[in-house]
């Protein structure tokens, strides 16, 4: 895998699968293979519980190969839970349910706008450093 994979689904509950699906594709082979999926079926599932109805009803999965993990990007249009106009990062946190993508997860973290919310999550690896290190 190189570069992002990237892709849409509806903005509905059997569309987790496929992203899953999406996603062990993506990273077929990878040792992190995993964790990855699951970090997306967590994600995919919190996107399409928080997406606005009747808006835009879409979600988009990204996936991207860094030298050192994989970086799992979900984006939707949804509110974190009730909508508090100015309220910053740990607002968009609360409700949202990513204790199982903490667990997984070097870091991750979310970019919140009035209508659209996009939630990161970076998953370590060693299998593909572009410029090895030389310790
Ligand atoms: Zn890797």
Do not use: K, Y
């Not at 928080?50 to 979900?74: N, P």
């Amino acid at each position: 895998m190189t570069g992002t994979e990237m892709r849409q689904f509806p903005a509905q509950l059997e569309e987790i699968g496929h992203a899953r699906r999406f996603a062990g594709g993506v990273v077929a082979g990878h040792p992190a293979a995993d964790d990855v999926v699951l970090a997306v079926s967590e994600l995919a599932a919190n996107a399409v519980e928080h997406t606005a109805a009747g808006r835009h009803d879409s979600f988009e999965v990204r996936i991207t190969h860094l030298a050192d993990a994989v970086l799992v990007e979900v984006h939707d249009h949804g509110g974190a839970g009730a909508p508090r106009l100015g309220a910053a990062g740990s607002e968009a946190t609360r409700g949202r349910g990513l204790f199982l993508v903490d667990h997984l997860s070097r870091g991750w973290g979310v970019t919140r706008r009035p209508d659209h919310t996009g939630v990161w999550c970076e998953i370590g690896c060693t299998c593909a450093a572009p410029v090895p290190a030389a310790a």
